[in-house]
């Protein structure tokens, strides 16, 4: 592992200094749009006003990119964990902020819940954890969230080999309106992957690992959305894991599922720490005792305890963590 990341570390120095170089370059910039908007008239020339308000909202955006080197690489990175986050502030606006110093690291191959009243920030965290918030206008964030070792706000890796490796389950049931094969197969495609023989192993092999090929493999060109809840969550499930993530997030995968659903999804849960680490928003109690490993409590967009699931069931460190748990609050 050290000597991995020593390598990654001096392989990206030259970026690293084109990153400098253009920080400065965009610094710059914002400077000459603001000393302009000073200019002008907010009622003359509010149009372009918002123009260069954009621009500098885009600049800001491409500063984000850390420049140093204890950020990119984390080299005291714990094997242990996948990931690792690091006084981590995160804001929808400027002025609406939603997670507050965030520390804490997700263990490998363990299944890690993380609980909550509604609002609490569950939600908003796992999508800082493959940048789905980036998708956002608007939205910014300070401190380190470090995968496998990379910070994963530096530029050291691109958006979309982040979501390859760090797949996303919804709360809402979202099967593509195609068959249930395509349903899989569209994303192996997007990933340069076109030999035909190729692509049926995977799918294969990805509805074998969500427990679904039984039930699906004479009706592959079935269209996904004539499945029933929970065949559909396993779908969702079987294209997460397609291209065998590292890390397989889920937002309350079951709330929408009957009990018979949602005991087939836990199962399939408990079967595929295996292979995946497993992060899964909860607001079920039960739930969280009957398959977690490791449970993190979140209150007001601060991490509130964290530990195993057994101690924060039996012995939680903080009354706050008590009263949620009890149901008190």
Sequence with gaps: MEKNIKALWKNFQLKLEKIKHYRKLYEQQIKEYKKKITGLNNETDANEISRIKNEIEILNRLIKIKNTKDNVIK?????????????FNFWYNKNKQVLFDINLDIKRNKITALIGKSGCGKSTFIRCLNK????????????????????????????LTLRTSVGMVFQKLTPFNFSIFENIAYGIRAHGIHNKNAINEIVRQALISAALWDEVKDNLHRNANTLSGGQQQRLCIARAIALQPDVLLMDEPTSALDSIATNSIELLIQQLKEKFTIVIVTHSMAQTIRITDETIFFADGRVIEQGTTKQIFTKPKQKATNSYISGKN
Excluded: A, C, M, P
Excluded at 75 to 87: L, P, S
Excluded at 141 to 149: A, P
């Design 75 to 87: 080299k005291d990175f714990d094997e242990k964990n996948v990931f690792e986050i690091r006084n």
């Design 132 to 159: 789905l918030n980036d998708l956002n206008e608007n939205t910014r964030w300070t401190g380190d969230i470090y995968f496998l070792g990379k910070n994963i706000n530096s530029g050291i890796i691109n958006d």
